[in-house]
């Protein structure tokens, strides 16, 4: 059973529109990631964070922002939405030691 | 440089053995993982290996790692039509700061 959580799980959306896609971990790891994912295509990296109020951008240029106040809360925000934001979103957290990713289920994003 | 390459497709036959092949080009990576994506799906970990061992397996998997080709595979034994889906391999980089993933194989069972 998954420990990281993402809402929605589809979303159909205008252009212009702000949204936020919400991402919640309970198990307590400090890192988290949002990589974005192209139908049938490899994962990019976008957003990543250490930590509380820790946050840095991945290899993928976004336009989308992130938050970290909370450990368990990790949201990726886009203010003004458009067709080229139209993707699978992927959250994921990271656990010690051998450092595997554990991923949510996603949010599959269409900006009509 | 970070690039992860995988064959993008493999059919094979109910029962018979899979095997998934990738490369990878950095070479201080410190694990390297297989994941499972099933249509829609998050990802889901499927085992990882160590970068000092050669070998792994668990159950029906088999990993193989090469380190001095950088190359990395997954055998699953007795393959079921449940194991279609697309498996992508990854390398961690710089103290597990990011994954770095390949573009995803994708394997067809048929019966």
């Known amino acids: 059973e998954a420990d990281i959580y993402q809402t929605p799980r589809y979303l159909v959306i205008g252009t212009g529109k702000k949204i936020t896609l919400e991402c919640s971990q309970t198990?307590?790891?400090?890192?988290m990631y949002w990589y974005q994912q192209d139908p049938g295509m490899e994962l990019h990296l976008i957003h990543y964070s250490y930590g509380v109020n820790s946050t840095e951008k991945g290899d993928l240029s976004s336009e989308s922002t992130v938050s970290r106040i909370r450990t368990e809360h990790f949201p990726l925000t886009l203010e003004s939405a458009r067709p080229s934001h139209t993707s699978q979103y992927l959250c994921?957290?990271?656990?010690?030691?051998?450092?595997?990713?554990?991923f949510g289920s996603g949010t599959r994003l269409t900006v009509v | 440089g970070e690039d992860v390459e995988q064959s993008l497709f493999l059919s094979v036959r109910e029962g018979d053995s899979s095997v998934i092949n990738c490369t990878y080009t950095d070479s201080s990576s410190t694990y390297l993982y297989w994941y499972k994506q099933e249509p829609g799906a998050g990802l889901q970990l499927l085992t990882y290996?160590?970068?000092?061992?050669d070998m792994k397996q668990d159950q029906r998997l088999t990993v193989l790692l090469n380190k001095k080709d950088k190359h990395l595979s997954l055998r699953i034994a007795d393959t079921q039509t449940g194991d279609s889906a697309i498996y992508f391999c990854a390398e961690s980089l710089g103290g597990f700061q990011k994954l770095v993933f390949g573009t995803g194989t994708r394997l067809l069972v048929s019966p």
């Open positions: 994921a957290s990271i656990s010690p030691g051998q450092g595997d990713h554990t």
């Open positions: 198990m307590g790891h400090d890192k």
């Open positions: 290996i160590f970068s000092n061992m």
